[in-house]
C-alpha cells in the first residue's frame, strides 16, 4: 500500500533564507508525487506535481521540489522565504496503479520576520 | 466563481441527526473526491465517484456514511445519526478525468461539521 511521511510537524525559517519541507514515500508501482498548500479555513491549493521527466520540477510562488529516487523523498524547496509562506503544506502520491491520492500529515511553515 | 464549491462552510448537528454535505465541481469536471481532516492531521481519503458512480469508496466508513454524485446536481456526502467522531472538515476535490492521469484535484473551501 501507498504511503507518504512528513517527518516535521513544524519548519521555522526566516524570512530571505532558504527553506525546505522534507517528504518521503512508499509506493509499489511507479510514484506519482504532488505538493499542496493549505491556508487557514481554505482548502488545499496545488502547487506542483512530478510524474515523469526532470527530477527538479517547478511549481508556483516560487516552489520547486526535487524528486530522488534512490531515497524516495520529493523535498519541497524554496531559495527565498516570505511571510506569506506561512501555511500548512501537504505532500501527496499517488501509486501508479491506484486512483486515488493519499496525503502527509501536514508540515507547518512558520517564516519569522 | 468556476471554482468547487461547497456548502454549507458551517454545519451543527446534535449526536444522532443528519448530516448533509453538498459539493459542487468545477464546471466540466466530472470527477469527484471526498477527504476528511481531523485536527492537526492530513487529509484521509473517503470516496472517489465519476457521475453516477462510486468508482472507489475504500475509505469510507461502512455504516451511516454514503456518498452520491448524481446525473443532474451536487455530490452530497450524507452521515446519519452523527456521533462526536464526526466532528470534522470535509473537503471535497474535482478532476476533469480520473485519479490516474495525474491531473492535480483542485479542492473546496470545506465543511467544517461541529457535533454537540
Known amino acids: 500500500a501507498q504511503s507518504v511521511a512528513q517527518p516535521e510537524d513544524q519548519v521555522n525559517v526566516a524570512e530571505g533564507n532558504p527553506l525546505t519541507v522534507k517528504c518521503t514515500y512508499s509506493v509499489s508501482g511507479n510514484p506519482y508525487l504532488f505538493w499542496y498548500v493549505q491556508y487557514p479555513n481554505r482548502g488545499l491549493q496545488f502547487l506542483l506535481k512530478y510524474i515523469t521527466g526532470d527530477n527538479l520540477v517547478k511549481g508556483s510562488y516560487g516552489f520547486e521540489a526535487e524528486f530522488n529516487k534512490s531515497q524516495t523523498s520529493f523535498h519541497l524547496k524554496k531559495p527565498s522565504a516570505l511571510v506569506s509562506d506561512s501555511a500548512l503544506y501537504f505532500c501527496?502520491?499517488?501509486?501508479?496503479?491506484?486512483?486515488?491520492?493519499?496525503f502527509g500529515k501536514g508540515t507547518r511553515l512558520h517564516i519569522l520576520p | 466563481n468556476a471554482g468547487v464549491m461547497q456548502n454549507p462552510r458551517h454545519l451543527v448537528r446534535r449526536r444522532g441527526q443528519e448530516a448533509r454535505l453538498r459539493c459542487s465541481p468545477m464546471?466540466?469536471?466530472?470527477?469527484v473526491y471526498w477527504y476528511r481532516q481531523l485536527p492537526e492531521e492530513g487529509l484521509k481519503f473517503m470516496v472517489y465517484l465519476q457521475k453516477e458512480n462510486i468508482i472507489d469508496e475504500s475509505g469510507m466508513p461502512k455504516e451511516r456514511f454514503s456518498a452520491e454524485f448524481p446525473k443532474e446536481g451536487p455530490s452530497i456526502l450524507r452521515i446519519q445519526q452523527v456521533v462526536r467522531g464526526d466532528s470534522a472538515a470535509y473537503f471535497c476535490?474535482?478532476?476533469?478525468?480520473?485519479?490516474?492521469?495525474?491531473?492535480?484535484?483542485?479542492f473546496g473551501d470545506g465543511t467544517r461539521l461541529s457535533i454537540l
Open positions: 476535490a474535482s478532476s476533469p478525468i480520473g485519479g490516474r492521469n495525474n491531473q492535480p484535484q483542485h
Open positions: 501527496a502520491v499517488r501509486d501508479g496503479g491506484d486512483d486515488k491520492i493519499i
Open positions: 464546471k466540466g469536471h466530472s470527477h
